[in-house]
Nanobody, 124 residues
Framework: QVQLVESGGGLVQTGGSLRLSCAAS????????MGWFRRAPGKERDFVSA????????FYADSVKGRFTISRDNTKNTVYLQMNSLKPEDTAVYYC?????????????????WGQGTQVTVSS
């Protein structure tokens, strides 16, 4: 079965950095675009970033543009989210997701598989 396993979350101070990883198994990784979403307490699930199958196209929410970088290693079936200059408002559970389509990557309904999430907490 398909599994997406996130790791790399934790507690960091404002201005710090974290790198999230998402290891995929049970699917043909290069057939999928990959995305990151986040959900803060009491809020909706929000789009963070996405990347197409080859890594040639990336997408970011305005709130993270210039601070976060998405990448993927197709030899390791893994997608990454490098998060720099973290702010308290970045505090959330971060989810990795896989989509067969590159269309509408900002819409969570477009994704076929989801990970369990990893907590990121940024202290002020």
């Amino acid at each position: 079965q398909v599994q997406l396993v996130e790791s790399g979350g934790g507690l960091v101070q404002t201005g710090g950095s974290l790198r999230l990883s998402c290891a995929a198994s049970g699917l043909t990784f290069t057939s999928y675009s990959m995305g990151w979403f986040r959900r803060a307490p009491g809020k909706e699930r929000d789009f963070v970033s996405a990347i197409n199958w080859s890594g040639s196209a990336t997408f970011y929410a305005d709130s993270v543009k210039g601070r976060f970088t998405i990448s993927r290693d197709n030899t390791k079936n893994t997608v990454y989210l490098q998060m720099n200059s973290l702010k308290p408002e970045d505090t959330a559970v971060y989810y990795c997701a896989a989509s067969r389509s590159i269309l509408f990557v900002r819409n969570y309904a477009n994704y076929d598989y989801w990970g369990q999430g990893t907590q990121v907490t940024v202290s002020s």
